[in-house]
């Protein structure tokens, strides 16, 4: 069983930025997929931006629409996990952010739910105006 540990939400103001990790524990794999996905009140939970990994080498990723050029995917292997770094945030990014892992031996990036197998408990991120 795999365990996702997920840190640092927070209340900033639009055009801050935050920095989202994203743990593993328990059983883990060599090839791996880590996506973030993230759910507003009232609303579906969508993609936010997803890679592979080998180890801790990145092999791929992929974004989101709404994010690209703002967010980055990365892994840190000092710390053994997954980051999410958010810049130029925006009051539409206020969300609940879930991190989600698979393990897989494709490059290419999984983007829908069903693609993952473990889930973080989810971290609030709230952005002002």
């Known amino acids: 069983q795999v365990q996702l540990e997920e840190s640092g939400g927070g209340l900033v103001q639009a055009g801050d930025s935050l920095r989202l990790s994203c743990a593993p524990s328990?059983?883990?794999?060599?090839?791996?997929?880590m996506g973030w996905f993230r759910q507003a009140p009232g609303e579906e939970r969508e993609f936010v931006a997803a890679g592979t990994w080998s180890g801790w080498s990145t092999v791929n990723t992929y974004y989101a629409d709404s994010v690209k050029g703002r967010f980055t995917i990365s892994s840190d292997s000092a710390k053994n996990a997954a980051i999410l770094q958010m810049n130029s945030l925006k009051p539409e990014d206020t969300a609940v952010y879930y991190c989600?892992?698979?393990?897989?031996?494709?490059?290419?990036?999984?983007?829908?739910?069903?693609?993952?197998?473990?889930w973080g408990q989810g971290t609030q991120v709230t952005v002002s105006v």
């Open positions: 328990g059983r883990t794999f060599s090839n791996w997929a």
């Open positions: 989600a892992a698979a393990m897989t031996s494709s490059s290419s990036v999984p983007v829908a739910r069903d693609d993952y197998d473990y």
